[in-house]
């Protein structure tokens, strides 16, 4: 039996600054603000939301991953927005990806990738 959606929560201590980052930068979707929690759309149906009220000590280990085919596109305007790209795409062999890193206003690892072989 699958879920009908899924939410990623993580902490943030800069709520404005994450307004900015996903909404301006990377134009996600607010679909919903609840004054210490900020829900985006990042999926037909996964979302991804950022809390002042959750403790969450370590950022290490964690890597959000934003899954489409144009990862050049999303390079190209990353880089115009002034996102810092500290490489660029390059493709995985063993894992059957392509890809590249950034950071978040909060230190987190955002990836954006495309898969050799679609998911499901």
Not at 79 to 97: M, S
């Amino acid at each position: 039996m699958l879920f009908d959606q899924t939410v990623t929560f993580l902490h943030t201590s800069n709520l404005k600054a994450i307004a900015q980052f996903y909404e301006e930068i990377l134009e996600l979707p607010l679909v919903r603000d609840q004054g210490v929690c900020r829900i985006y759309k990042t999926s037909a149906d996964g979302y991804l939301g950022f809390c002042t009220h959750l403790e969450m000590p370590h950022k290490e280990g964690i890597i959000l991953t934003l899954v489409s085919d144009d990862v050049n596109g999303w390079h190209e305007r990353l880089l115009k927005k002034g996102v810092e790209i500290p490489e660029p795409p390059t493709h995985n062999a063993k894992y059957q990806i392509y890809h590249f890193f950034f950071k978040d206003p909060n230190g987190y690892t955002l990836e954006i990738q495309r898969f050799d072989e679609r998911l499901g």
